[in-house]
């Protein structure tokens, strides 16, 4: 019905960056608000950031200042660039969407399969 692709991640040394993507497929009518969580080994997940359709982001404590999180809503596309990794940054990365099926209208809570991320030397 709805999926979610992400791209990007992998091995990145303490103090460098980031870029992941993320790109929506299906039967999509709208995406309201997009998002990017971790969840790191022993924890739960957490939200890192998210973007509304008019392109008002939020952020965790533990990120803000440190991550950027942008949308193209043309290409259904989201995307975080992160700097200044730490290795409490380590985690599984995920994407989500909050899409309005097409067709049904209903809503559907979409995520992506996750992608790793990490900070090592």
């Known amino acids: 019905q709805v999926q979610l692709v992400e791209s990007g991640g992998g091995l990145v040394q303490p103090g460098g960056s980031l870029r992941l993507s993320c790109v929506a497929s299906?039967?999509?009518?709208?995406?309201?608000?997009m998002g990017w969580y971790r969840q790191a080994p022993g924890k739960e997940r957490e939200l890192v950031a998210t973007?509304?359709?008019?392109?008002?982001?939020g952020y965790a404590d533990s990120v803000r200042g440190r991550f950027t999180i942008s949308r193209d809503n043309a290409r259904n596309t989201v995307s975080l660039q992160g700097s200044s990794l730490k290795p409490e940054d380590t985690a599984v990365y995920y994407c989500n969407a909050k899409v309005i099926v097409a067709g049904t209208w209903s809503n559907h809570d979409a995520w992506g399969q996750g992608t790793q991320v990490t900070v090592s030397s």
């Open positions: 973007i509304t359709s008019r392109n008002s982001a």
């Open positions: 299906g039967s999509i009518f709208r995406i309201n608000d």
